[in-house]
T-cell receptor
Framework: NAGVTQTPKFRILKIGQSMTLQCAQD?????MYWYRQDPGMGLKLIYY???????DKGEVPNGYNVSRSTTEDFPLRLELAAPSQTSVYFC?????????????FGPGTRLTVL | KQEVTQIPAALSVPEGENLVLNCSFT??????LQWFRQDPGKGLTSLLL?????REQTSGRLNASLDKSSGRSTLYIAASQPGDSATYLC???????????FGKGTLLTVNP
């Protein structure tokens, strides 16, 4: 199993540009999450999904959009990039069935907005 | 709203020493708590998961404990090695979406 994969690894955007961060998992997990990590800080939840076609906001959703058309994929869309979105973005997934489920994380996408 | 504090923020120890990392959280209504390791520029690697009904979990040289009622967890690392150098994050899981809430982590340096 590849686990949770993310592309790209690095990206530099200009203010106002758009991009999509890709996330895929091959573990047949129901739950998928997007977090961001700012320097010296913990991770904060942006959006999450409990299954295909179902998404909901997390703690810091402004400026982002998501979709979940398949169990495997959970892309994160930035429509109008701003310097405040400079961060490292992590995708995670889990079964979400019971209290023993581990969340697995991808390697992250490092985004810089100039 | 769940808030997580990790103490100390940074720790430097000589190789071979036993050490304890502390995690406290404000909302005791959690499903489980995970300890993660993060190497510089890398993603999070899950080390241990303690379910809310459990008191501790062990994996090799690592032992994690959970006192849900007091909102505390500790990660004990025995006989530390330079390869243990990393940032350690704790994440209690709660809510209908099992989301994790993270502290800022503890940066551990083990000196040869």
């Amino acid at each position: 199993n590849a686990g949770v994969t993310q592309t790209p690894k690095f990206r530099i955007l200009k203010i106002g540009q758009s991009m999509t961060l890709q996330c895929a998992q091959d573990m047949n997990h129901n739950y998928m999450y997007w977090y961001r990590q700012d320097p010296g800080m913990g991770l904060k939840l942006i959006y999450y999904s409990v299954g295909a076609g179902i998404t909901d906001k997390g703690e810091v959703p402004n400026g982002y959009n998501v979709s979940r058309s398949t169990t495997e994929d959970f892309p994160l869309r930035l429509e109008l990039a701003a310097p405040s979105q400079t961060s490292v973005y992590f995708c995670a997934s889990s079964y979400g069935i019971d209290t023993g489920d581990t969340q697995y994380f991808g390697p992250g996408t490092r985004l810089t907005v100039l | 709203k769940q808030e997580v504090t990790q103490i100390p923020a940074a720790l430097s120890v000589p190789e071979g020493e036993n050490l304890v990392l502390n995690c406290s959280f404000t909302d005791s209504a959690i499903y489980n708590l995970q300890w993660f390791r993060q190497d510089p520029g890398k993603g999070l690697t899950s080390l241990l998961l303690i379910q809310s009904s459990q008191r501790e979990q062990t994996s090799g040289r690592l032992n994690a404990s959970l006192d849900k009622s007091s909102g505390r967890s500790t990660l004990y690392i025995a006989a530390s090695q330079p390869g243990d150098s990393a940032t350690y994050l704790c994440g209690p899981s709660g809510g209908s979406n099992y989301k994790l809430t993270f502290g800022k982590g503890t940066l551990l340096t083990v000196n040869p």
